[in-house]
């Protein structure tokens, strides 16, 4: 079985001539880009293992040396993929905090218990986290604030939700 990777920054371009580069960090967690991290580079089918020998941020960017990855043109060979972990070692989520990988197939209900849908997938936005929701084949945004999302039950994968009168069908 493949073991489902979480991406965790995508690397965009090189930095400077001895093997750095720049990435956009895709993690709510970025203190785990740190010295001795080892991380998979993934682009298309190519995967392979880099450990971390530098990190510092970098404006909104976090500036990063790999073991191995000594010149302008091994980084550049990077540029473009991602870099990920596996699901397994996600941190644990804190309180009240949801990974989006982790809410897909969970499914959505009123306060009553009728099911509402299923979710697909959860974005966060400059207005706020959205949670997709498929609702009989079409898609759904909903706003992930709490006076619409009631409660979530990870354990029976299940979010109780208090969508406002036509929101699921927009």
Known sequence: MVTPLLTV??????????GEVLAVVATDFPERL?????????????????????????????????EG??????????????LCVAAADAHPA????????????????DAAGRRLGTVTGLEKTAAGAILSVDVAGREALVPWTRPI???VDREARRIVLDPPEGLLEL
Do not use: K, Q
């Open 34 to 66: 740190r010295h001795g991290v080892t991380l998979v580079w993934r682009s298309g089918d190519a995967e392979r293992l880099l450990t971390i020998r530098d990190a510092n941020p970098h404006g909104a960017r976090v500036r990063l040396a790999f």
């Open 9 to 18: 920054a995508s690397v965009v371009r090189t930095h400077g001539l001895r």
């Open 149 to 151: 999302v009631v409660r």
């Open 94 to 109: 804190p309180e009240g905090f949801y990974y989006a990988h982790e809410v897909e197939g969970f499914v959505c209900e």
């Open 69 to 82: 990855i000594d010149s302008i043109e091994a980084a550049a060979a990077l540029r473009g993929g991602d």
